[in-house]
């Protein structure tokens, strides 16, 4: 890669599509930016294919734009060179050998074939790449989608649900591999409805719901927003507590005999107040949320189907 083309990025604007009644896409907006690994995340439904294919020119939009590298997609005159994509790992050719597929590819795309031996390597398919492809697992399937995107040895990489299809040592794997795309400063879109998948990888969470951005932040910023600041206090003098805090502007609610959930102040200054007027206390604790716990939230409202808990249904 050379420096210039290390600032690249995605830049997804406004996109707007149907698909008959079915609004698929309603204003989507972001940025993919270099050096860093950003999540898509979102429920069954939310769009996250559906983007990937409108910034690959494979699916129009009604509104808005998709541009790689500041051009349509398809105006590259070489695009692997621009963008690596993996959309659908079983596009391949069930007869030919994961090695020939590669080297085909290169030929039409004018790459050198000593590529094809580099990305063979990076993408983990080691002496499989003699085999037919049409034998493989799904995901030996994903490492060839993804040495094909690694081809053109392209500044920006978009890879639609990775994980699909990997054993758990392959999970680890992609996670690695994904952060070293990142590491050498490319910029990497990977998409996921599973917010676990994402949780130790992604730099950077673009969280979509129903054709829209719900979030476009940090994974740290997402989790500091969900604990909502709320501090659970343990003590033996409830309303004494209650009263103190209360008088420094905090919001108390009794959330059982002895605790009390406290919202406006930070945990240290309310260990100090506590302190400061003798007030007896066993535990204060800020409410850490997770990363799952905050993305439920989010989506909430965006999700299509919902899996009901076993036990309810007949109810
Ligand atoms: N070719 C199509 N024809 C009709 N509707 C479509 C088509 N492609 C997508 N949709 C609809 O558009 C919406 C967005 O679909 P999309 O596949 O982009 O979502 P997604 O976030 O990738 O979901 P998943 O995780 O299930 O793949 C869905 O409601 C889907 O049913």
Same mark, same amino acid.
């Given at each position: 890669m050379s420096d210039e083309s290390t600032k690249a990025t995605i830049e997804v604007i406004g996109l707007r599509k149907r698909f008959g009644p079915r609004l698929a896409l309603d204003g989507m907006t972001f940025t993919v930016r270099p050096g860093r690994v950003t999540g898509f995340v979102g429920p069954n439904g939310a769009g996250k294919s559906t983007t990937m294919r409108v910034i690959l020119g494979l699916d129009a939009a009604e509104e808005g734009k998709a541009l790689v590298d500041g051009v349509p997609y398809r105006t590259l005159r070489r695009p692997l060179r621009h963008l690596g994509a993996l959309l659908d790992a079983s596009a391949l050719q069930p007869s030919r050998t994961a090695h020939n597929h590669l080297r085909w590819l290169a030929h039409s795309q004018g790459l050198s074939a000593?590529?094809?031996?580099?990305?063979?390597? /990076?993408?983990?398919? &080691?002496?499989? !790449?003699?085999?037919? $492809?049409? #034998?493989?697992?799904?995901?030996?399937?994903?490492? %060839?989608?993804?040495?094909?995107?690694?081809?053109?040895?392209?500044?920006?990489?978009?890879?639609?649900?990775?994980?699909?299809?990997?054993?758990?040592?392959?999970?680890?794997?992609?996670?690695?591999?994904?952060?070293?795309?990142?590491?050498?400063?490319?910029?990497?879109?990977?998409?996921?409805?599973?917010?676990?998948?994402?949780?130790?990888?992604?730099?950077?969470?673009?969280?979509?719901?129903?054709?829209?951005?719900?979030?476009?932040?940090?994974?740290?910023?997402?989790?500091?927003?969900?604990?909502?600041?709320?501090?659970?206090?343990?003590?033996?003098?409830?309303?004494?507590?209650? /009263?103190?805090?209360? &008088?420094?502007? !905090?919001?108390?609610? $009794?959330? #059982?005999?002895?605790?009390?959930?406290?919202?406006? %102040?930070?945990?240290?200054?309310?260990?100090?107040?506590?302190?400061?007027?003798?007030?007896?206390?066993s535990q204060v604790s800020a409410h850490r949320a997770t990363l799952e716990e905050a993305y439920m939230e989010l989506t909430r409202d965006a999700v299509e189907y919902r899996g009901v808990p076993a036990g309810e249904a007949t109810r």
């Open positions: 000593r590529r094809v031996d580099e990305v063979i390597e /990076q993408a983990g398919l &080691g002496t499989a !790449a003699r085999r037919k $492809a049409g #034998g493989f697992s799904l995901g030996m399937r994903q490492r %060839l989608g993804i040495a094909a995107a690694l081809l053109g040895d392209p500044p920006v990489v978009m890879l639609d649900e990775p994980f699909n299809g990997l054993d758990p040592d392959g999970i680890v794997w992609m996670r690695g591999f994904l952060a070293e795309l990142a590491r050498q400063g490319r910029a990497v879109l990977v998409s996921s409805h599973l917010m676990s998948e994402l949780e130790d990888t992604a730099d950077h969470l673009v969280v979509i719901g129903r054709g829209r951005v719900i979030a476009d932040t940090s994974v740290s910023e997402l989790l500091a927003e969900a604990a909502g600041g709320r501090v659970t206090l343990r003590t033996s003098a409830p309303p004494r507590a209650a /009263q103190v805090l209360h &008088g420094a502007g !905090a919001t108390v609610l $009794a959330t #059982g005999p002895d605790t009390l959930g406290v919202t406006g %102040l930070p945990d240290e200054e309310i260990v100090a107040l506590l302190a400061r007027n003798g007030v007896p206390f």
